[in-house]
Antibody
Framework: EVQLVESGGGLVQPGGSLRLSCAASGFTFTNYAMTWVRQAPGKGLEWVSTITGSAGDTFYADSVKGRFTMSRDSSTNKVYLLMNSLRGADTALYFC?????????????WGQGTRVTVSS | DIQMTQSPSTLSASVGDRVTITCRASQSISGWLAWYQQKPGKAPNLLIYEASSLESGVPSRFSGSGSGTEFTLTISSLQPDDFATYYCLQYHSYWTFGQGTKVEIK
């Protein structure tokens, strides 16, 4: 069974940093790209970042480029999202999802999310 | 950047109704479009990929169609479990979600 478990969310002040983690199990981790998607309170879904499975190439939404860094560790089957210079607009539920290269990096399985609140 | 315009934003329907949701892309995305269902407090669930392919385990009352810039999700006979919010996603060039359509009880 595919499992994706996010952690690391919490309350942080504007300008602060936070690192989210996503622990993956139930599939061959290196065969899949991984993606972060967020959802602000009462709002829709927004793609944030993707990292490929093999080369580890990363892609970012314009809204987070230069502030967020996504990485992966194949020895622990985890992906990370390091978030710097956080703003109120970054307040959201952050979902981790796996994405198949054979499906053009479409997200199929998702975790339940970790909540980030940016506020003073 | 590709923009996705989803309509309607809210849809009121009854059990047994046929429901159609539309998604338009700001430029051609070929058939690289997916549909997700999301219930409150839960992660999205993939329903349709490549515009018209049904994800494994998804009921056959869900179907998708379209190509290029215009796409539709159809629920042939709305069931109580289908009241939720639906999102389209283009994955032709990076990833962009539509704004969502909330299907509520009439």
């Amino acid at each position: 069974e595919v499992q994706l478990v996010e952690s690391g969310g919490g309350l942080v002040q504007p300008g602060g940093s936070l690192r989210l983690s996503c622990a993956a199990s139930g599939f061959t981790f290196t065969n899949y790209a991984m993606t972060w998607v967020r959802q602000a309170p009462g709002k829709g879904l927004e793609w944030v970042s993707t990292i490929t499975g093999s080369a580890g190439d990363t892609f970012y939404a314009d809204s987070v480029k230069g502030r967020f860094t996504m990485s992966r560790d194949s020895s622990t089957n985890k992906v990370y999202l390091l978030m710097n210079s956080l703003r109120g607009a970054d307040t959201a539920l952050y979902f981790c999802a796996r994405a198949r290269a054979t499906r053009r990096l479409l997200m199929d399985d998702w975790g339940q999310g970790t909540r980030v609140t940016v506020s003073s | 950047d590709i923009q996705m315009t989803q309509s309607p934003s809210t849809l009121s329907a009854s059990v047994g109704d046929r429901v159609t949701i539309t998604c338009r892309a700001s430029q051609s995305i070929s058939g690289w479009l997916a549909w997700y269902q999301q219930k409150p407090g839960k992660a999205p669930n993939l329903l349709i990929y490549e515009a018209s392919s049904l994800e494994s385990g998804v009921p056959s009352r869900f179907s998708g169609s379209g190509s290029g810039t215009e796409f539709t999700l159809t629920i042939s006979s709305l069931q109580p479990d289908d009241f939720a919010t639906y999102y389209c996603l283009q994955y032709h060039s990076y990833w962009t979600f539509g704004q969502g359509t909330k299907v509520e009880i009439k």
